[in-house]
């Protein structure tokens, strides 16, 4: 069983950064990696995710301000997010799929707020 915790999240202000991080454990082998978030009173949507050959895709609103990463040896994916807006706001959580499975963290709170 594929179990996910994040750590990372916190409270920061426009412009600021943060990174966070998602451990993986378990028995099955993981193809694809990365993070989601959700606002309240909205989806949960894709916000980057990463494959074990590194091929990588961004959703448009954070292209450019956000990095993710990955290291197989240590199944571990992380994101690092900066020049962070309010809209950035939302709980996000860590996924890992294979084929049709998929995975989830708890989920971490990242708040964008003067």
């Known amino acids: 069983q594929v179990q996910l915790v994040e750590s990372g999240g916190g409270l920061v202000q426009p412009g600021g950064s943060l990174r966070l991080s998602c451990a993986a454990s378990?028995?099955?082998?993981?193809?694809?990696m990365g993070w989601y978030r959700q606002a309240p009173g909205q989806q949960r949507e894709l916000v980057a995710q990463?494959?074990?050959?590194?091929?990588?895709e961004y959703t448009d609103s954070v292209r450019g301000r956000f990095t993710i990463s990955r290291d197989n040896t240590k199944n571990t994916v992380s994101l690092q997010m900066n020049s962070l807006k309010p809209e950035d706001t939302a709980v996000y959580y860590c996924?890992?799929?294979?084929?049709?499975?998929?995975?989830w963290g708890q989920g971490t709170q990242v708040t964008v707020s003067s």
């Open positions: 378990g028995a099955i082998s993981i193809y694809t």
């Open positions: 990463i494959t074990r050959v590194n091929s990588i």
């Open positions: 996924n890992a799929g294979l084929g049709i499975k998929n995975y």
